[in-house]
T-cell receptor, first 121, second 111 residues
Framework: EAQVTQNPRYLITVTGKKLTVTCSQNMNHEYMSWYRQDPGLGLRQIYYSMNVEVTDKGDVPEGYKVSRKEKRNFPLILESPSPNQTSLYFC????????????????????FGPGTRLTVT | TQLLEQSPQFLSIQEGENLTVYCNSSSVFSSLQWYRQEPGEGPVLLVTVVTGGEVKKLKRLTFQFGDARKDSSLHITAAQPGDTGLYLC???????????FGSGTQLTVLP
């Protein structure tokens, strides 16, 4: 079954204790991304990766790190979590639709994981 | 940073009614996507619109992309309780590197 998996699904931790949220996809997608979702703010992109060893900051990268050593995995690292990082996190992977012309910039239809609810006390 | 505003933020209607959700921006997007999210799950893609003025239908859902590619709407005909969920619009940047999401419309359809 084609899917994006995240672990753990729920995590409660304390301020300053390093943690990693794993993300894996089995669809051979080149593009992967991390989002956080907060009430009233929608989904905001943290980091994205266009391919192996290529990562770029999204809209809210402060306090987060990522790595893309393999195509299928894209872990999110919080070196020193703080309470303002309490949120619902989603990993997503995507491909370029072959039906969409690239003149307009291409297309990425995203497949999301089930989410990780993180609480930092 | 490109912004997308969705309205209304909350919508509660009776089964059988029609509704429209709006997604507006001052920025031009190369394409726009609509997702639906249920509690405890990640968003699921419903449709992608690419061409200005494009209209796509998915059963009782009709999606339209504005002529100038700055706005979009989602119209649901004869809503059913199974339509309940959070509807998110997302605009793809011209570089095709980032999606900008709206804040979402929480739809509740009462039986």
């Amino acid at each position: 079954e084609a899917q994006v998996t995240q672990n753990p699904r729920y995590l409660i931790t304390v301020t300053g204790k390093k943690l990693t949220v794993t993300c894996s996809q089995n669809m051979n997608h080149e593009y992967m991304s991390w989002y956080r979702q907060d009430p009233g703010l929608g989904l905001r992109q943290i980091y994205y990766s266009m391919n192996v060893e290529v990562t770029d900051k999204g809209d809210v990268p402060e306090g987060y790190k990522v790595s893309r050593k393999e195509k299928r995995n894209f872990p999110l690292i919080l070196e020193s979590p703080s309470p303002n990082q309490t949120s619902l996190y989603f990993c997503a992977s995507s491909f370029r639709s072959p039906d969409i012309p690239t003149g307009g910039g291409g297309m990425y239809e995203q497949y999301f994981g089930p989410g990780t609810r993180l609480t930092v006390t | 940073t490109q912004l997308l505003e969705q309205s209304p933020q909350f919508l509660s209607i009776q089964e059988g009614e029609n509704l429209t959700v709006y997604c507006n921006s001052s920025s031009v997007f190369s394409s726009l996507q609509w997702y639906r999210q249920e509690p405890g799950e990640g968003p699921v893609l419903l449709v992608t619109v690419v061409t200005g003025g494009e209209v796509k239908k998915l059963k009782r859902l009709t999606f339209q992309f504005g002529d100038a590619r700055k706005d979009s709407s989602l119209h649901i005909t004869a809503a059913q309780p199974g339509d309940t969920g959070l509807y998110l619009c997302a605009g793809l940047s011209g570089s095709a590197r980032q999606l900008t999401f709206g804040s979402g419309t929480q739809l509740t359809v009462l039986p």
